[in-house]
């Protein structure tokens, strides 16, 4: 699977049966092999919408809902939609789900006031009208904040990063879920953009106030806007 990554609607297919395989054990992985910081990542993502409490917010990709039990804590109310139902049937939220693509996200225009997403940018078919639903399904001065991966600036670190995120995830993945699948996502970082581009990217789809912080030491990137 990593060999060649797959494209356009074999991406889409690929990704969907690959979530769908992991979804039993996605939680118990992501604690593993973030050794247990995704939780704060997803907690700085939460804090960094700053909306009224009652905020309709949208987690894209929710996967089990992690987000989604973050952000109702946080006082919003949220929904989730993610393109996997093994994902969705797996999800531990009381928050209302909904299957839907995230390029043509099932919502009105101006309907919500902020968005949320962890981890996903880089499954994406395309990241260009993955924004562009994003500006509109949002309001004006709607919120939105973006995790993903990262590579660290610094040499040592870069090493240390890339030997684990290459060589130890697919090797524990593989223990604790499935190989194939944690083989495929380090090699999909290839699909992400360098964050100077993703941040024009979302400054090109009516975003202001773009910005971009790392996480975890440089392993993982939290972007943020406002709809304009």
Not at 23 to 37: E, H, K, Q, S, V
Request: aromatic share 10%.
């Amino acid at each position: 699977m990593t060999d060649v990554l797959p494209v356009a609607a074999e991406k889409t297919r690929v990704v969907e049966e690959m979530f769908d395989r992991i979804a039993p054990r996605y939680d118990l992985c992501n604690r593993i092999l973030t050794f247990g910081m995704d939780i704060g990542w997803r907690k700085k993502a939460v804090a960094s919408l700053a909306l009224p409490r009652g905020s309709r917010v949208l987690d894209i990709a929710c996967g089990t809902g992690d987000l989604c039990r973050d952000l109702e804590r946080a006082g919003y109310q949220a929904t989730g939609v993610d393109f996997s139902f093994g994902m969705l049937r797996a999800a531990r939220t009381t928050a209302p789900l909904v299957r839907g693509d995230a390029l043509r996200l099932p919502f009105a225009d101006a309907s919500v006031n902020g968005i949320t997403s962890g981890f996903a940018l880089r499954n994406f078919a395309a990241l260009e009208p993955f924004f562009a639903e994003c500006a509109r399904v949002l309001r004006p001065g709607g919120r939105i904040a973006l995790l993903d991966v990262a590579e660290p600036d610094d040499a040592l670190r870069r090493g240390v990063h890339g030997f684990w995120f290459r060589r130890a995830v697919p090797f524990i993945g593989g223990i604790v879920s499935d190989r194939r699948a944690y083989a495929y996502l380090p090699a999909s970082t290839a699909y992400l953009p360098s964050s100077t581009t993703l941040v024009s990217h979302m400054a090109a789809n009516r975003f202001d106030a773009v910005t971009r912080v790392g996480l975890g030491f440089g392993a993982a990137q939290l972007l943020t806007g406002t709809r304009a």
